[in-house]
């Protein structure tokens, strides 16, 4: 079964210095049609004002991936990490027993888009950890290239979570498959641009969720970033 998740239907909230729209139920927006995908949990795509951003807060018991469109995210943490995330990086915070951080856009003038992404983690009370890598559009161009997996497989940041995500850059006859193991569960989201991903014409903001589904084909792209995750059933 393959599901339709479109853009417009997410929750929204617009604070001024930020504007959210949430994948999954999040802070004052609850609903119970949409509270994880297996151990996928959060995608929160955020757009933070120049000279904005969150300030010091906790996390504990949770696998946090960032994954930056346009400028730059500000990140300092109570590991004593302090980086500048821009876009081609992937920025992985296993919270563990607890950590603090803050992100902000240091910019006077620009803003700053990123996806905010949670993973359930398979085990809880795990000692906190940071990772941080570069992927250029050279390894995403018309294939998915592994960002995030549990083993740390071809240069990916390595999650305490049985979940795998790839991402891809899309134009014209480029094109990728992505096969399905019996039992996981899928999906795909489109970060930007247009492209047909399974049969379906999807938008920047839409994702397919795919149950008992063999694969996840991505074509006819325009412009389009893809983020496909491959998922055990529960966390």
Not at 198 to 204: E, H, I, S, T
């Amino acid at each position: 079964m393959i599901t339709l998740r479109p853009a417009a239907e997410r929750g929204h909230a617009n604070h001024g210095w930020l504007d959210s729209w949430h994948s999954f139920s999040f802070a004052g927006y609850n609903d119970p049609r949409h509270v994880h995908w297996g151990p996928l949990r959060v995608i929160n795509e955020d757009r933070v004002q120049a000279g904005q951003g969150f300030g010091t807060h906790g996390h504990r018991d949770m696998e946090i991936v960032s994954y930056v469109l346009q400028g730059a995210l500000g990140h300092r943490d109570s590991l004593g990490n302090e980086a500048s995330i821009v876009p081609g990086e992937v920025q992985r915070m296993s919270a563990g027993t607890g950590v603090t951080h803050s992100e902000f856009n240091y910019s006077r003038d620009s803003t700053t888009h990123f996806l905010q992404i949670w993973i359930i983690p398979s085990r809880t009370s795990l000692t906190p950890s940071y990772e941080q890598k570069t992927y250029t559009d050279a390894d995403k161009r018309g294939r998915l290239r592994l960002v995030v997996s549990p083993d740390g497989r071809d240069g990916s940041v390595r999650i305490h979570q049985d979940a795998w995500m790839y991402a891809g850059l899309f134009d014209a006859d480029e094109h990728a498959l992505h096969e399905l193991a019996p039992g996981r569960l899928g999906y795909a989201h489109i970060v930007r641009g247009s492209v047909t991903v399974n049969g379906q014409a999807l938008q920047a903001g839409d994702a397919l969720l795919y149950e008992d589904e063999a694969r996840i084909t991505i074509a006819q792209g325009n412009g389009a970033e893809v983020l496909v995750f491959d998922l055990p059933r529960t966390a």
